[in-house]
Structure formats: structure tokens, C-alpha cells
Nanobody, 120 residues
Framework: VQLQASGGGSVQAGGRLRLSCTASGRFVRIMDMGWYRRGQGPERELVAR???????DYAYSVIGRFTISQDNAKNMWYLQMDTLKPEDTDVYYC???????????????WGQGTLVTVSS
């Protein structure tokens, strides 16, 4: 299973970007999809997640500005980032919990990072 992220770039404060992630390879179901960013701590911090049935969860700092969505038919999910702030500058990673085989536990997968730079 491979995750391929795209859509990062440089914008001015107040601008917008859309990140995309595509899952490819052999699997039976994507359970959850999400976006994380490197953050300041030892672990990547959650930005947004969406379950296969559409339930969403957001970091407090992005509520009202970012929107996560999915296209299950294409095994893709997106992060629409509006009203970007300089503090959103970071490397963003897509993530998915994927069941590769029926009867096996799902596993965690990460895409490569994509850099988002917001200038003031």
C-alpha cells in the first residue's frame, strides 16, 4: 500500500491550498483517512481526520478554516485549507488506516510529507 500526497506550496496569509492524497496498492478497505503535520512536539499532530462513513474530527486551531473530504470511489481524500496563517506553515502528511485483507487487523500507513509555507 502506498499513499501519495500532493498540493503543497507557498501562499500568502489569507490564501488557500488544497492537499490531496491517493491510496494505491492491494487492500480491501480504507477505514479512516487523515492529515497530520509535523508540529513542535515529538509526534506529528492531527490536523483533520475523516472516517469511511464521513465523520470528521479537526484540530482546534483549524476549525472553520480547513475542511477534510473524501472520494471513496477513487481512494482519495483532500484537505481544503482556507484563510491560511503563517503558523500553518509545516510539513503535512496524509495518513490512513487500511485493512489489507479480510480477517486481518487494519494497519497504519503514511504518505510522504508535502510542505506548506504561509508568508505574512
Amino acid at each position: 500500500v502506498q499513499l501519495q500526497a500532493s498540493g503543497g506550496g507557498s501562499v500568502q496569509a489569507g490564501g488557500r491550498l488544497r492537499l490531496s492524497c491517493t491510496a494505491s496498492g492491494r487492500f480491501v478497505r480504507i477505514m479512516d483517512m487523515g492529515w497530520y503535520r509535523r508540529g513542535q512536539g515529538p509526534e506529528r499532530e492531527l490536523v483533520a481526520r475523516i472516517t469511511s462513513d464521513g465523520r470528521t474530527d479537526y484540530a482546534y486551531s483549524v476549525i472553520g478554516r480547513f475542511t477534510i473530504s473524501q472520494d471513496n470511489a477513487k481512494n482519495m481524500w483532500y484537505l481544503q485549507m482556507d484563510t491560511l496563517k503563517p503558523e500553518d506553515t509545516d510539513v503535512y502528511y496524509c495518513n490512513a488506516v487500511i485493512r489489507k485483507h479480510w480477517g486481518r487487523d487494519p494497519s497504519d500507513h503514511w504518505g510522504q510529507g508535502t510542505l506548506v509555507t504561509v508568508s505574512s
